[in-house]
Structure formats: structure tokens, C-alpha cells
């Protein structure tokens, strides 16, 4: 091989080296993005779930909602109850008052 061919060779061994680094720097730097922008999700997800288990305190389970729900219940049929008697109470009443003067 003459002295110009190994130039020329080495040159482009040389250039190809050259790109062959530019692409690992590139590639590593694309790395480093990507590891940063999955850094930053995950944290939006760690506070995400510090929050829903911050919160989770603040609701009823569904047996404490199951059960509260039917208190009510029971307390709104015994007060439906004293209206239905308080109104029959006062038809009776009604009905007395028409009698005694109105007769």
C-alpha cells in the first residue's frame, strides 16, 4: 500500500471515529433526556399517590357508608311516622273543632 492509501485510509479510520463518538454523545445525551423526563414523571406520580393516600382518610368505606346510610333510613321512617300521627292529630282535632262549632 503506498503512503497516499495509508493516509487516505487513516483519514477515514480517523473520520469514522470521529462520527462513530459524535453518535455515542449524541446517544448518551438522548439517554440522559430520557432519563430525566421519566424522573419527572415518576415524581408527578409519587405525589399523585401521596395525595390520593393523604385523602383516602377524608371518605367512608362502603361499610361505614352502608351502615350510616341505614341509620338514616331508620331515622327518616320515624320521622315520617310523628308527621303522619302529628297530621292525624290535627285532622282529629279538625274534625272535633268543625263539630263543636260548626255544626
Do not use: C, P
Not at 41 to 56: F, H, P, S, T
Not at 71 to 77: C, M, Q, S, V
Request: proline share 0%; aromatic share 10%.
Amino acid at each position: 500500500m503506498s503512503e497516499f492509501q495509508e493516509r487516505r485510509t487513516y483519514e477515514s479510520v480517523v473520520t469514522q471515529m470521529a462520527r462513530l463518538e459524535e453518535r455515542i454523545l449524541a446517544a448518551n445525551e438522548a439517554l440522559r433526556l430520557a432519563r430525566d423526563e421519566i424522573d419527572r414523571r415518576l415524581e408527578g406520580m409519587n405525589e399523585l399517590r401521596d395525595q390520593i393516600a393523604r385523602e383516602r382518610g377524608d371518605y367512608l368505606s362502603r361499610q361505614e357508608y352502608a351502615s350510616e346510610y341505614k341509620a338514616l333510613i331508620t331515622e327518616l321512617a320515624s320521622i315520617q311516622k310523628f308527621m303522619w300521627m302529628i297530621a292525624g292529630g290535627l285532622a282529629i282535632v279538625e274534625v272535633g273543632l268543625h263539630f263543636w262549632y260548626g255544626g
